[in-house]
């Protein structure tokens, strides 16, 4: 397996696991110190890099420190029992990373086996589709990567967005009210509002896929957006007014992930295609504005093509257009 610099040391991880799971007594610095194998100062030290981000930990003079809630910090521990048998075979979690996705694609390069996912608490250089950028707020959203090795020609690599797209559909439903649309390819929406996107890079000949590597960037606990993005983009908080459970999102996103994922592999695209048909008002017969990098042009969508892509029938007569890449916008 390949190893890479700026992990969370899993000792820190041990650390609030430790905490979370004895949540309700006190521990001594000392037993944690012997725990996980550090200093008592050591200990001191990373219970006040937590605090910084936000985790609840409380002091005791001379007995020890307590958890006040179970942290909401998606480290390795945390998540590995719950996806025990799925397709993650290794967690790296990093508390601040240039890109979820950069690191998977490194990973991928040296030769990390299938199944790895990547994690960070915050993104410096978060990325969307077309080199968009990919606001990351620290600790408040899900930024994760998958890295995959498919067994699947690149001409079907449109397919694997859509399976990351009905996983987080599908794990964020249970968290709103009212039920997430997908905007094809790679877009989550809740009254017409974005909250979840996904970019899907790969290393590929025109035969074979070496790796491939699906980001998913998801706004769970903002309270507000930045000003050019108010009125396109919302999170989970903002509709819902409560706070969610990054954890307990991530976990279902994962095993959603793992389900689609071998289902799409064991019986091909039909399943995944019904799915996205079913749940995305994009799929059929909405009327769009179409943007690739030649040109832009309006048409009503009309289903997707055996490897994922986009028909739209065009307004100008030039009958349907197979759209592989590009931005989809509603119009009236």
């Excluded at 967690?91 to 994690?119: C, Q, W, Y």
């Excluded at 909405?286 to 040109?295: C, N, S, Y």
């Amino acid at each position: 397996m390949a190893s890479l610099p700026g992990t969370t040391d899993r000792r820190i991880d041990a650390l609030l696991t430790l905490l979370a799971e004895n949540s309700t007594i006190v521990i001594s610095g000392a037993k944690i110190a012997k725990e996980i194998g550090v200093t008592r100062q050591q200990v001191w030290r990373w219970i006040e890099q937590l605090r910084q981000l936000g985790v609840r930990v409380k002091g005791h003079p001379r007995t020890g420190y307590h958890i006040e809630r179970v942290p909401d910090i998606l480290v390795p521990q945390m998540l590995s029992h719950r996806l025990y048998g799925t397709f993650a075979r290794r967690i790296l979690h990093f508390f601040k990373v240039d890109s979820t996705n950069s690191v998977a694609m490194r990973l991928g390069e040296l030769g990390e086996p299938h199944g790895a996912v990547v994690l960070a608490e915050e993104q410096t250089a978060g990325r969307g589709r077309a080199g968009r950028s990919w606001t990351s707020e620290k600790s408040a959203g899900i930024y994760c990567s998958i890295l995959l090795r498919p067994p699947i020609p690149p001409a079907h690599a449109p397919l694997l967005t859509l399976v990351a797209g009905l996983a987080a559909r599908d794990a964020a439903a249970e968290d709103l009210d009212a039920l997430p649309d997908i905007r094809w390819p790679n877009d989550l929406l809740v009254d017409g509002r974005k909250f979840c996107g996904i970019l899907t890079e790969m290393h590929a000949e025109p035969d074979r896929i070496h790796y491939a590597v699906i980001g998913l960037g998801i706004n769970v606990n903002q309270s507000k957006m930045p000003a050019d993005l108010t009125g396109i983009a919302t999170s989970l908080r903002m509709e819902t007014g409560k706070a969610h459970s990054r954890l307990e999102l991530l976990i279902r996103l994962l095993q959603y992930f793992d389900r689609y994922y071998n289902q799409f592999l064991a019986d091909g695209a039909l399943p995944v295609l019904r799915r996205f048909a079913q749940v995305s008002s994009y799929y059929e017969g909405k009327r769009v504005r179409i943007t690739t990098a030649t040109e832009s042009f309006t048409g009503t969508t009309a289903g997707l093509e055996p490897s994922g892509v986009l028909r739209v029938a065009r307004d100008d007569g030039r009958g349907i257009e197979a759209v592989l890449s590009g931005d989809v916008a509603e119009v009236s």
